[in-house]
């Protein structure tokens, strides 16, 4: 079982940064994969990025390559996005999702559907 709770969304301009953070209260957090997607109002959630359970592996969606960065702090149980030169249409809901791997490479990290577990979710709205 895994319980997430995500913090660090508001409002802020275009061009500006945000950095989220994901809580995970999990026995072994380097067993899951983590990941970030986003929903926007009328619109499917979408996949942001993804990190391995050390921090090697990641995978980012194009629209956000360049802008986001994943990381995670295994000694805390907490991953980070940080998000730079924000866009009006980076405006949505930002989810953390986790998968218990057991350690190994998740296939497929892009797909909603292969997380298990995920957080309540936390607004962020950027402005032009």
């Known amino acids: 079982q895994a319980h997430l709770v995500e913090s660090g969304g508001g409002l802020v301009q275009a061009g500006g940064s945000l950095r989220l953070t994901c809580a995970a209260s999990?026995?072994?957090?380097?067993?899951?994969?983590m990941g970030w997607f986003r929903q926007a109002p009328g619109k499917e959630r979408e996949f942001v990025a993804a990190?391995?359970?050390?921090?090697?592996?990641?995978d980012y969606a194009d629209s956000v390559k360049g802008r986001f960065t994943i990381s995670r702090d295994n000694a805390k149980n907490t991953v980070y996005l940080q998000m730079n030169s924000l866009k009006p249409e980076d405006t949505a809901v930002y989810y953390c999702?986790?998968?218990?791997?057991?350690?190994?490479?998740?296939?497929?990290?892009?797909?909603?559907?292969?997380?298990?577990?995920w957080g309540q979710g936390t607004q962020v709205t950027v402005s032009s």
């Open positions: 990190i391995g359970w050390s921090g090697g592996l990641t």
């Open positions: 999702a986790a998968e218990n791997t057991s350690g190994r490479r998740l296939y497929n990290p892009t797909l909603f559907q292969v997380y298990d577990y």
């Open positions: 999990v026995r072994t957090f380097t067993n899951y994969y």
